[in-house]
């Protein structure tokens, strides 16, 4: 079955609107508040110019068309809770769902919320075959967030991490 790919970079960044949130991009003006939860690669940002060095590499990415990261924003106070996205694998029909949350907005819902409506994004907009993701054995919220969202479990390595993914059928799209 032939699925015709709708990759990054979009002609206006899309910004998702959702019940009590909004995926959007991230702005400059951000990055203060996105410092405790800024990654590249595995490696935290502990300052302000090393998460504006990272942001600048995840919209390296984006352009690239490797990846789409949105910011997880109340949507009463447009303010960062969270960023989700796809972090690799789109030009093969599948992207790697990553996710984080400042620590007291955790446990409202809100990640539910943001990743069903980027699973939605990755399903209609981009057209994914499957989405997967990674967390480790110990990170029980992520295991029970994979569960609600119909995540399967895929392989797990004792002790170190768990690969989930869904797998998802398109009618071609010719």
């Known amino acids: 079955m032939k699925v015709n790919l709708l990759l990054p970079p979009y002609d206006t960044f899309p910004t998702i609107v959702g ?9 400059l003006s951000d990055i203060e508040d996105l410092i405790e939860i800024s990654y590249y690669d595995g490696v935290k940002a502990s300052t302000f110019d090393e998460g504006i060095g990272m942001q600048d590499k995840i919209n390296d990415d984006y352009i690239q068309g490797n990846s789409i990261h949105w910011g997880i924003a109340d949507r009463v106070s ?27 907005f955790r446990g409202q819902g809100l990640m539910m919320a943001a990743l069903q409506l980027a699973i939605d994004f990755g399903i209609n907009n981009i057209r994914l075959n499957r989405i997967w ?42």
């Open 133 to 174: 993701a990674m967390t480790t054995t110990d990170n029980h919220n992520a295991k029970k967030l994979f569960d609600r969202l119909g995540f399967n479990r895929v392989k797990e390595i004792t002790g170190e991490e768990i690969t989930y993914e869904l797998k998802l059928q398109h009618i071609s799209v010719e």
């Open 78 to 104: 447009n303010k960062i809770v969270g960023t989700c996205g796809y972090y690799r694998g789109l030009d093969q029909g599948e992207g790697e769902l990553g996710f984080i949350m400042l620590s007291q």
């Open 19 to 27: 019940d009590n949130i909004t995926l959007r991009q991230i702005q």
